[in-house]
């Protein structure tokens, strides 16, 4: 049994009973985050790009953990200077792991890392493909639609699509509702709204827009886990 629990935002922590991996660690300063960083000891730290709300805790939880930090090639390397353990990929890749199977795949969006000198290059922004206990999760990242979403469904079926909702920086509900038609997960959760003003939305509308498709969508609270 493969179980995800949503901790708020984009921030979902993967567990096959014995190991678990974080993607997305935005708790500290997350108004919605349903524990703090000292409270997860992943087994690995999956990031999907490098916006604040995204990259959040990494390299806290790297350091206090080990956990090793696995994401594009560039923002490894920020990670590594850091101070965090990590592992560099890049879009299209896939690895196995002790944990579990990550392949990167693209996102529509950016990726720079915010620091006190301006912007750094972080690399490519990203999906990610996590494979682990048997169950496929592709977590969408930061993205706006588009249509090679219906290639990553029929190359890896996922069992469990995430996807953001929220508008503004992402996909809205109603562009969302078309990457779930063409994914064609087994089930879906959405993320990405909410945490802020600017991308407050109501998700039952999501849910409510794919009662006529097969897929059961399910809206989690900050706090609450749903086995894939
Ligand atoms: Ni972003
Ligand atoms: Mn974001």
Not at 203 to 222: G, I, M, S, Y
Request: with cysteine; glycine share 12%.
């Amino acid at each position: 049994m493969t179980s995800v629990k949503f901790l708020g935002h984009s921030c979902f922590l993967v567990s096959n009973g014995d190991q678990s991996v974080l993607i997305d660690p935005f708790l500290t300063g997350n108004p919605k985050a349903s524990c703090t960083a000292d409270d997860v000891s992943p087994d690995a730290i999956l990031l999907s790009h490098a916006h604040a709300d995204h990259l959040g805790d990494a390299v806290s939880i790297s350091q206090r953990t080990g956990a090793q930090i696995v994401t594009v090639f560039e923002l490894a390397m920020y990670c590594g200077g850091q101070g965090a353990n990590v592992h560099p990929m890049g879009i299209g890749g896939q690895r196995s792991f002790d944990w579990g199977t990550v392949k990167f795949v693209q996102a529509f969006h950016s990726s720079g890392i915010q620091t006190e000198g301006g912007f750094l290059y972080g690399g490519m922004p990203a999906g990610i493909v996590l494979t682990m206990g048997g169950k496929t999760i592709y977590h969408a990242g930061d993205t706006g639609l588009f249509s090679d979403m219906q290639l990553i469904g029929r190359r890896h079926s996922p069992d469990l699509a995430i996807l953001p909702i929220g508008d503004n920086f992402t996909m809205g509900i109603d562009d969302a509702v078309e990457a779930t038609i063409m994914i064609q997960p087994k089930k879906v959760v959405p993320m990405h709204y909410g945490t802020f003003d600017v991308i407050e939305v109501d998700p039952d509308e999501f849910k409510l827009k794919l009662t006529d498709q097969a897929v059961e969508c399910q809206v989690l609270e900050p706090g609450e886990s749903l086995d894939v």
